[in-house]
T-cell receptor, first 112, second 115 residues
Framework: DGGITQSPKYLFRKEGQNVTLSCEQNLNHDAMYWYRQDPGQGLRLIYYSQIVNDFQKGDIAEGYSVSREKKESFPLTVTSAQKNPTAFYLC???????????FGQGTRLTVV | AQSVSQHNHHVILSEAASLELGCNYSYGGTVNLFWYVQYPGQHLQLLLKYFSGDPLVKGIKGFEAEFIKSKFSFNLRKPSVQWSDTAEYFCAVSHLSGGYNKLIFGAGTRLAVHP
């Protein structure tokens, strides 16, 4: 089945540790996105990538980093510099000349 | 700041009532417009989209939306809601920024439909 896979579904980390969230797609989409979802704030764009080896900061990129070494994969690292990392993280992808975004199931990160 | 605004954060309706959820955006130039829905425990999924042509677009499950360019609006409507429409609804706008297509979401509207 084609789709977007985010893993793990739930993740717990201690404060001060970096953590990497996985996002893989087999839809052959060029563009991939990372969003953070917080209650009452909707989805806020962290990073996006339109093509391999290229990515752009979104509206709330501070404390996050990404890589796009393969078309299928767009991992997000939540660094210790992110002041409020506990949130629900959503990965999405779309074809390059944008039509619609397809979303993964999300990863709920809790930092204690 | 450029943004996507959804006016209602929480809406409570009885079954068979009509629904209209407001969405305004502040981006100039060409935009693509979307409504997504997130049912409890499920993926975000696309309800409908507007790229060009007829400004009244129809989506899944009886939803429709009207693009009014002069008002920078893309309101979502449904004539008669059902209990199964209980979900969170997100308006989204895709626009070119620095040569890249960005997809920006509103804060969402949580709809509760009572039987």
């Amino acid at each position: 089945d084609g789709g977007i896979t985010q893993s793990p579904k739930y993740l717990f980390r201690k404060e001060g540790q970096n953590v990497t969230l996985s996002c893989e797609q087999n839809l052959n989409h060029d563009a991939m996105y990372w969003y953070r979802q917080d209650p009452g704030q909707g989805l806020r764009l962290i990073y996006y990538s339109q093509i391999v080896n290229d990515f752009q900061k979104g509206d709330i990129a501070e404390g996050y980093s990404v890589s796009r070494e393969k078309k299928e994969s767009f991992p997000l690292t939540v660094t210790s510099a992110q002041k409020n990392p506990t949130a629900f993280y959503l990965c999405a992808s779309s074809i390059r000349d944008y039509t619609e975004a397809f979303f993964g199931q999300g990863t709920r990160l809790t930092v204690v | 700041a450029q943004s996507v605004s959804q006016h209602n954060h929480h809406v409570i309706l009885s079954e068979a009532a009509s629904l209209e959820l407001g969405c305004n955006y502040s981006y100039g130039g060409t935009v693509n417009l979307f409504w997504y829905v997130q049912y409890p425990g499920q993926h975000l999924q696309l309800l409908l989209k507007y790229f060009s042509g007829d400004p009244l677009v129809k989506g899944i499950k009886g939803f429709e939306a009207e693009f009014i360019k002069s008002k920078f609006s893309f309101n979502l409507r449904k004539p008669s809601v059902q209990w199964s429409d209980t979900a969170e609804y997100f308006c989204a706008v895709s626009h070119l920024s620095g040569g890249y297509n960005k997809l920006i979401f509103g804060a969402g509207t949580r709809l509760a439909v009572h039987p």
